[in-house]
Every structure is written in C-alpha cells, then in structure tokens.
C-alpha cells in the first residue's frame, strides 16, 4: 500500500496541506517544532484506515476550532489496485467514507491499512496484558474481517454469561449452554492469536538483530488463562479443556459473578535471551523490541495479505540512541512498505532519500 497523493483540510490546525505524488517518497518526514501539526498530519492518515484516531475517540476534537468539517483525501495502490479514499466528518455528524467516489462503511477490505508506532507504545511490553491483546487483536481484525465477527460475538456471549453469574439463582442448563458457545469462539480466537504471534516471532528476530547488530534471542509466547500442555494446543483441546475449567470453577465464578478465563484474561509474554523482557530487559531494551515488533507487524501483514500496510511512526527517532537512529533509517529507507513518521530534530541523523516536509502551524513550508 503505498500513498501516492494526501491533501487535509481543516483537519486540528491543518487549514490546507497537499503533499502531491512528485514530493512523497518511500520514507517520509515530517519535522519542525513542537506543537506545529506534525502528528496531527499522521493522525489525518491513521483514520483514513476508518479507525478512530488514536489520540481521541470524538471526532468533533478533529476538526479545526474555527471550521464545521474536516476533509482527507489519498490517493493510493493497493495491491496491482489504484485507489483514491475520501474521509469527511461534520461537526456532530456521522462521518462518510467515500471509495473511488462511491460511499463504504469503514470495514471495506481495500480501506488503508495501517501499522502506528506512538511513543506509548513503550509501554507495551511492561504495561497491562489488555494492552498486549489489544495489538494482537487489533492486528488480526486489520487481517481479517471474520475474525473482527469472531471477537464481537465472543464479546456478546461473554457479557450474557457475566449477567446470567450476577443473577441470584444460576441456573445451570442455561450457563451450560452459554460455555459451549463461549468455548467454541474463544478456541477459535485463542488458535488465530498463537498462530499470528508464531509468525511474529520469526520476523522480530531478524529485526531486532539487524536494528541493534546483535543476535538476541526473542521469544513471544502466548499465556493462556487455563492450563493446557503446548503439544495438545488445537482447536478441539482448546475448547475441551476450557469447558473443563469452566465446569471447576463454577462455584468460584459464580462467588465472584464474572467469567474468571478465556481470550479476554489471556496475555503475551516477551522474552529477551529467555528471561521474561517486562521483569529483567533494560527500558531501552524493551523499547527496542517494540520498535522492531511493529516493524514485524507490517512483514507479517504482509506475508498474509500479500501488501504492505502504511507504516506510521510518532516521535520514534527521541527515544533511540544515535547509531539506532540511523540504523531505523537505514532500514525505513530500503524497506518495500512507504513510512510516514514524525521527528523534531532531524539534525544529527542521515536523511539522504527521504522526503522530508518542515511543517509550521499547520502548513508545509
Ligand atoms: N481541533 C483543533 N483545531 C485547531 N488546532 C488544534 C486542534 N486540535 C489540536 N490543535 C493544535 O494542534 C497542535 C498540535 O499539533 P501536533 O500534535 O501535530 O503537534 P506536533 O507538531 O506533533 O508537536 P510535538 O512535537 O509537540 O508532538 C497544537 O498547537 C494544538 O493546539
């Protein structure tokens, strides 16, 4: 996927911007000082992906203070396919999605996809496992429209159990049949995250090595809410076993009236030359391997996708040393997949082939 044209339109203070196909490169920069708008021009290219930006869910925060709509428009390959999106939102309005000029809903499969690098990101390694299930989810709903279903049914099924716990009398034949429901997602779910993280986990090592030119043994393991042995992990153990566990803790569940196991408690665990990475990896450690998990996030895309999504990454280049910084340059500079990132200071790093853009409130200059 590769943006060949972007033009914003009273989108945060952005009165008018147009970066044109002549001046868009493979790798592309947007510099200049803080609070001119830089993030603001990757968030204009982050929610064309239809989802909500990452900055605020109310899309009436996006549009200029002065305006009462904001416009983007891109035109982009997607694939062999020449495509041109158009995102429009009016104050308190419903926003529209429009394709080759014909209106769609936000979930189209040839809408842009995205991987988003944003300094929080640090924390997903040592921050909560919601976080950890949230990139793996948010990846595989990028991947797959099905399994986007998947986690909205597994989610209504979960919520009628948790209310049918929080009723006095439990009646068991209706939970017995709520748990073959729940079991019958969430082994489906639990088998598309392993198989992903698997795929994961042989790309960000070779990342990982070149960006820091040391061979680090990484491993991503997926933690399970219930036991099972690794060897015995398919479709049909997962959900036997977490229909065993769920008829064990019943008593329990019921004392506590919620659902104590399932893809919703599951985790991920890093681990950096085997000692788990959020216990014993130094911060720069674990940023490092952020930065080179996203990257796998894209090949990985890829690999299953058969195109690159956009690679969008805020204010990674600060939180580097100086011979990372240029490694991740180097390695943005000659990868197949276009980036956009932003970067205050560009002064002490190769840029040599990248388009670089010096934006100042709110405009190219
Ligand atoms: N709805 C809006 N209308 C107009 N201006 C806005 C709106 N929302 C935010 N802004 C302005 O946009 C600017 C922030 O832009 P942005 O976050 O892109 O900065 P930046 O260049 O990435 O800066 P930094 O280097 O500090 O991260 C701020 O000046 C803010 O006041």
Same mark, same amino acid.
């Given at each position: 996927?590769k943006v060949k044209e972007l033009a914003v339109k009273n989108f945060r203070n952005i009165?008018?911007? @147009?970066?044109?196909?002549?001046?868009?490169?493979?790798?592309?920069?947007?510099?200049?000082?803080?609070?001119?708008?830089?993030?603001?021009?990757?968030?204009?290219?982050?929610?064309?992906?239809?989802?909500?930006?990452?900055?605020?869910? *109310? $899309?009436?925060?996006?549009? *200029?203070?002065?305006?009462?709509?904001?416009?983007?428009?891109?035109? $982009?390959?997607?694939?062999?396919?020449?495509?041109?999106?158009?995102?429009?939102?009016?104050? %308190?309005?419903?926003?529209?999605?429009?394709? &080759?000029? #014909?209106?769609?809903?936000?979930?189209?499969?040839?809408?842009?996809?995205?991987?988003?690098?944003? =300094?929080?990101?640090?924390?997903?390694?040592?921050? %909560?496992?919601?976080?950890?299930?949230?990139?793996?989810?948010? /990846?595989?709903k990028q991947i797959s429209a099905e399994y986007a279903y998947l986690i909205e049914e597994?989610?209504?099924?979960?919520?009628?159990? &948790?209310? /049918?716990?929080?009723?006095?009398?439990?009646?068991?034949?209706?939970? &017995?049949?709520?748990?073959?429901?729940?079991?019958? #997602?969430?082994?489906?779910?639990? /088998?598309?995250?392993?198989?992903?993280?698997?795929? @994961?986990?042989?790309?960000?090592?070779?990342?990982?090595?070149?960006?820091?030119?040391?061979? !680090?043994?990484?491993?991503? #393991?997926?933690?399970?809410?219930? =036991?099972?042995?690794?060897?015995?992990?398919?479709?049909?153990?997962? #959900?036997?076993?977490? !229909?065993?566990?769920?008829?064990?803790?019943?008593?329990?569940?019921?004392?506590?009236?919620?659902?104590?196991?399932?893809?919703?408690?599951?985790?991920?665990?890093?681990? +950096?030359?085997?000692?788990?990475?959020?216990?014993?990896?130094?911060?720069?450690?674990?940023?490092?391997?952020?930065? !080179?998990?996203?990257?796998?996030?894209?090949?990985?895309?890829?690999?299953?996708?058969?195109? +690159?999504?956009?690679?969008?990454?805020?204010?990674?280049?600060?939180?580097?040393? +100086?011979?990372?910084?240029?490694?991740?340059?180097?390695?943005?500079?000659?990868?197949?997949?276009?980036?956009?990132?932003? !970067?205050?200071?560009?002064?002490?790093?190769?840029?040599?082939?990248?388009?670089?853009?010096?934006?100042?409130?709110?405009?190219?200059?």
């Open positions: 996927m009165k008018e911007i @147009l970066l044109p196909e002549e001046r868009l490169g493979n790798l592309n920069i947007f510099t200049g000082n803080n609070g001119q708008g830089k993030t603001n021009l990757l968030e204009a290219l982050y929610i064309l992906s239809g989802n909500s930006s990452f900055r605020s869910p *109310n $899309y009436d925060h996006l549009v *200029n203070y002065e305006k009462e709509y904001f416009n983007i428009n891109a035109k $982009y390959t997607a694939g062999e396919k020449d495509l041109e999106i158009g995102l429009t939102y009016t104050r %308190s309005k419903s926003k529209e999605i429009f394709l &080759n000029r #014909k209106k769609i809903r936000s979930k189209h499969p040839y809408i842009p996809k995205v991987v988003l690098f944003i =300094p929080d990101d640090l924390y997903l390694i040592k921050g %909560s496992p919601g976080r950890r299930r949230n990139f793996i989810d948010f /990846m595989l597994y989610g209504k099924i979960l919520k009628k159990r &948790n209310l /049918m716990l929080k009723k006095e009398a439990i009646r068991d034949k209706t939970l &017995n049949i709520l748990d073959g429901m729940l079991t019958e #997602k969430a082994a489906l779910i639990i /088998m598309q995250r392993i198989n992903l993280i698997n795929m @994961l986990e042989k790309e960000v090592r070779d990342i990982y090595s070149f960006l820091n030119k040391e061979e !680090a043994d990484i491993k991503i #393991k997926y933690a399970l809410s219930f =036991p099972i042995p690794d060897e015995k992990v398919n479709i049909s153990t997962l #959900k036997a076993r977490m !229909a065993e566990e769920l008829i064990k803790i019943r008593n329990q569940e019921g004392m506590r009236k919620t659902t104590l196991l399932g893809p919703h408690l599951d985790d991920i665990n890093f681990y +950096y030359n085997n000692k788990l990475a959020r216990f014993f990896s130094s911060q720069g450690q674990q940023r490092n391997l952020v930065v !080179a998990l996203k990257i796998a996030e894209a090949q990985t895309f890829c690999r299953i996708r058969g195109f +690159y999504p956009l690679f969008l990454l805020d204010e990674v280049l600060s939180e580097l040393d +100086y011979e990372r910084r240029n490694l991740l340059l180097k390695y943005l500079g000659e990868a197949e997949f276009q980036t956009f990132m932003t !970067a205050v200071n560009i002064d002490d790093i190769d840029v040599k082939g990248a388009a670089v853009f010096n934006v100042k409130d709110g405009s190219i200059v």
